[in-house]
């Protein structure tokens, strides 16, 4: 028996799929901590999270299993012993969890409980419930191993309690959300640990994995809830914590608090953090983007270049009779703040060879949207023949209003691989944008100075699709529009819900309306980072077919 202990927190990033990296990370990491007791991983470290239905693949087994034995081998000789999270499978079923290796050996296996089925998580679609789990014995200790939603419910951490549990050890995939770092923190593990006056090492992954980003930020806490240890968000962290037990019970010696993100550099994080991970493990060279002198088009560029780095951004202009001088300059002066590529394509060829292909089909019909959507679906071929002869992807830049109310062009500007403003309200992406202007962002790998004109912050947002166009000619002003759509969507209120908090009824049943015949245009959008609680995908699965409204 020791009375004192040295436990890593690998906070560390994951590839799906790829065990055999996954591993050799972990083999790094054990290398490089001789003097540790143990060294412990994230949820699912080993096949990586979320797996989504390739855990159901056998060969995703069979070869976790052999990866899960070589993890072990490697503590047969000088280092820690390893708490590893993987797929297991029993009596043909499958469980989320986690296992001791020590000695050579896969010495203990604990399995999740607390299955979350809700927003992006799935996992009694793919997992069993394991038993309420007992401590396991090590070096003296009995340390209680809730997984993830174990936590953030009061069972698990109180049977582990009444079975002895010395010291709890958390392990997560929790992926970030606005405001998520102190619901972690203040909600529920500070609940778990004031609840059992047991101390929690609580550890989170980093990096992305498609529309998901997680934040790390991993923490300690005493026994009596205040905070030891909390690790940074957004970067891998490898860090020992110091254990020692007086009066039978174990404490944690104070090390670095390091401070986390105020908003809004948080959200413009995650959007570096998944953009970056989607483009190189997908192995993209760089991206391109339509850059239109708006809004919402400079801070796709600038959070690209704060991502992958000026030489992997490739923008591209595509004026046609409507765009203006002013959005002309705009973009060329983003592309120089940036210092990236600019491209200028004129689409007006293209333009006029339609009117003539489509002359005799329109001939009695008049000018209305759908010469407007021809413009864009012209920019959207435009760059995706870029895409394709180059390798490119095509960064989309539309945002969480224009998605909402379906104000985006299918096939035009919804086409291409992955966006950043998905998640991101009209609000959200004026913020971000005067933001960037005054601030870098901790990973950015962009310019220290401002990043657009100020003038493609104050001008009135407009699609430039006919003469003298404006959002606000066919919407609300997003002032009005963005409360009343986080109304809508994040909090699923009805029309009169809407209508009590002051809306305008009218407006309030139109734009309930827009907002539901644009789902199919949503199911064919491509992947975007997700930021707050109700992401359009893995958040909020509405019928695409769908006569319900609230009045």
């Known amino acids: 028996m020791t009375d004192k202990l040295i436990i890593t ?138 997984i993830c939603e174990d936590v953030w419910f009061p069972t698990v951490c109180e049977h582990l309690k009444a079975q002895g549990a010395e010291l709890f050890i958390s392990v997560h995939g929790s992926p970030y959300e606005i405001e998520k770092d102190d619901k972690r923190l203040g909600q529920v593990a500070t609940k778990r640990v004031r609840e059992t006056a047991i101390p929690l090492l609580f550890l989170n992954r980093v990096g992305g994995q498609d529309e998901i980003v997680f934040d790390g930020a991993s923490f300690v806490l005493n026994g ?44 413009y994080n995650a959007m570096i953090v998944g953009l970056r991970d989607y483009v190189n493990r997908n192995r993209f060279p760089g991206v391109l983007l339509g850059l239109s002198g708006g809004i919402d088009s400079a801070l796709s560029a600038a959070v690209a270049v704060d991502a992958l780095g000026a030489d992997r951004v490739w923008n591209v202009m595509m004026p046609s009779r409507f765009t203006s001088q002013e959005s002309l300059d705009d973009a060329a002066g983003c592309a120089e703040m940036l210092g990236t590529r600019l491209d200028t394509i004129p689409i007006n060829p ?37 895409s394709n002869k180059f390798g490119h992807m095509l960064l989309t830049t539309g945002n969480k209003s224009e998605m909402s109310v379906g104000y985006a062009t299918i096939y035009g500007d919804m086409a291409g691989g992955y966006s950043v403003l998905k998640d991101a309200y009209k609000l959200t992406v004026f913020k971000l944008s005067s933001w960037r202007n005054r601030n870098k962002p901790s990973l950015g790998l962009g310019p220290d100075g401002p990043v657009m004109p100020e003038t493609v912050i104050t001008k009135p947002p407009s699609a430039e699709l006919r003469e003298d166009q404006k959002d606000s000619d066919s919407l609300p002003d997003y002032e009005i529009l963005d409360p009343l759509l986080h109304g809508l969507i994040e909090e699923e209120l009805s029309v009169n819900d809407m209508v009590a908090r002051g809306f305008d009824r009218e407006t309030v049943v139109r734009i309930e309306r827009l907002l539901y015949i644009a789902e199919y245009k949503r199911r064919q959008a491509p992947p975007g980072v997700k930021l707050g609680t109700r992401n359009f995908g893995r958040d909020r699965r509405y019928p695409i077919t769908n006569a319900f409204r609230t009045v």
Request: glycine fraction near 8%; charge should be negative.
């Open 9 to 146: 927190m690998a906070q560390l990033t994951q590839s799906v799929g790829d065990l055999r990296g996954n591993a050799d990370a972990m083999i790094a990491a054990h290398g490089s901590k001789p003097d540790s007791d143990l060294i412990v991983f994230p949820e699912l470290q080993l096949i990586g999270y979320p797996p989504e239905d390739l855990v159901l693949k056998p060969a995703v087994w069979e070869r976790a299993e052999a990866e899960l034995n070589r993890l072990a081998a490697a503590t047969a000789g000088p280092g820690p012993a390893m708490l590893v999270g993987s797929v297991f499978r029993e009596d043909d079923r499958l469980y989320n969890g986690i296992a001791l290796l020590e000695g050579g050996h896969v010495r203990d296996i604990r399995y999740k409980v607390e299955l979350p089925n809700y927003g992006t998580f799935d996992e009694k679609r793919l997992f069993a419930s394991g038993p309420l789990p007992e401590p396991i014995q090590f070096k003296g200790c009995r340390i209680g191993l809730p």
């Open 224 to 267: 009596d809830a205040s905070v030891m240890h909390q690790l940074p968000d957004w970067d891998e962290a490898i860090v020992d914590t110091h254990w020692s037990r007086e009066d039978g019970e174990w404490t944690c010696a104070p090390g670095d608090i390091h401070q986390l993100d105020d908003h809004p550099a948080d959200i």
């Open 350 to 386: 293209a333009v006029e060879g339609f009117d003539a292909m489509l002359e005799d089909s329109f001939a009695d019909s008049n000018v209305d949207i759908t010469e407007e959507n021809i413009q864009s679906r012209i920019r959207g071929v435009t760059l995706m023949a870029l």
